[in-house]
Every structure is written in structure tokens, then in C-alpha cells.
């Protein structure tokens, strides 16, 4: 019993699914290196804005940060749900 599941389930990994009608999980076009579907956008247009760079955003100084940064960890105690 327990070779036929296991044969039944290396059936059905090497379909890529259970439906015959189903589409493959792998990419069809050989253009997308990962062999993988491309993303869905829905409706949204790729590629519309331009991406900000970190070494054109002007810079903040460091006093204008809030809360302002710490170099230690923060080891603030918290309440703790006893529930928990």
C-alpha cells in the first residue's frame, strides 16, 4: 500500500499537478532565467516611475531623525501577554 502512494505521488510530480488542462508551474518562454511564471502586474503599466536612488536623495541629518538613533541595542523591556 505504502509503494503505491508514494509511486502515485512521483506520478503527479512529474505531470506538475493534478488536472491535465492545468498550465505548467514552469515558465513557457525561455526569456525568464528562473524558469518561473513571470509576475502578475494586474493592470498596473511596468516600469512608470523612475526608482529613487540612495546617492541622489538629499540627506537628512542626524539631529533631524525621530526618534534619534542609538548605537546600542535596544533592550527596552516590554509587557509581556502572560498568556503567552
Do not use: C, E
Not at 31 to 58: H, K, Y
Not at 73 to 84: D, G, I, K, M, R
Amino acid at each position: 500500500m505504502k509503494l503505491g502512494l508514494f509511486t502515485a505521488a512521483g506520478t503527479l510530480v512529474l505531470k506538475n499537478g493534478l488536472s491535465p488542462f492545468a498550465r505548467s508551474a514552469y515558465a513557457d518562454d525561455s526569456s525568464i532565467p528562473t524558469g518561473l511564471p513571470r509576475s502578475p502586474l494586474f493592470g498596473v503599466q511596468a516600469f512608470t516611475q523612475p526608482m529613487p536612488r540612495f546617492d541622489v536623495l538629499p540627506r537628512t541629518p542626524i539631529s533631524a531623525l525621530s526618534p534619534a538613533p542609538t548605537a546600542q541595542a535596544n533592550t527596552t523591556q516590554q509587557v509581556l501577554n502572560p498568556a503567552l
